[in-house]
Nanobody, 117 residues
Framework: QVQLVESGGGLVQAGGSLRLSCAAS????????MGWYRQAPGKQRELVAA???????QYAESVKGRFTCSIENSKKTVFLQMNSLKTEDTAVYYC???????????WGQGTQVTVSS
């Protein structure tokens, strides 16, 4: 089993930055890929960014050029650097991990990101 613990959410003004972190523990040898999804009120959960152990990334079109996903393999920790935040980025952000691509086997508890205008 794998446990994911997120940190770094909060309230920020539009144009600001936040950095999310997610640390995996447990059977981390079963993890090939990690990433982030988000879910805004009344909307479906969507993939924001994902990264392989080798560092290959995939981003949603809406965040390309603003968000950067990175991974520290030795600690199985994934980060999401969010710059130039917009009000439409407001959502609960969930860390995810797994063998498949995109990762969706294990989930964190979610962290709220609120961007004010």
């Amino acid at each position: 089993q794998v446990q994911l613990v997120e940190s770094g959410g909060g309230l920020v003004q539009a144009g600001g930055s936040l950095r999310l972190s997610c640390a995996a523990s447990g059977t981390i040898s079963s993890i090939n890929n990690m990433g982030w999804y988000r879910q805004a009120p009344g909307k479906q959960r969507e993939l924001v960014a994902a990264i392989t152990n080798g560092g290959t990334t995939q981003y949603a079109e809406s965040v390309k050029g603003r968000f950067t996903c990175s991974i520290e393999n030795s600690k199985k920790t994934v980060f999401l650097q969010m710059n130039s935040l917009k009000t439409e980025d407001t959502a609960v952000y969930y860390c995810c991990a797994g063998r498949a691509w995109p990762p969706a086997r294990y989930w964190g508890q979610g962290t709220q990101v609120t961007v004010s205008s």
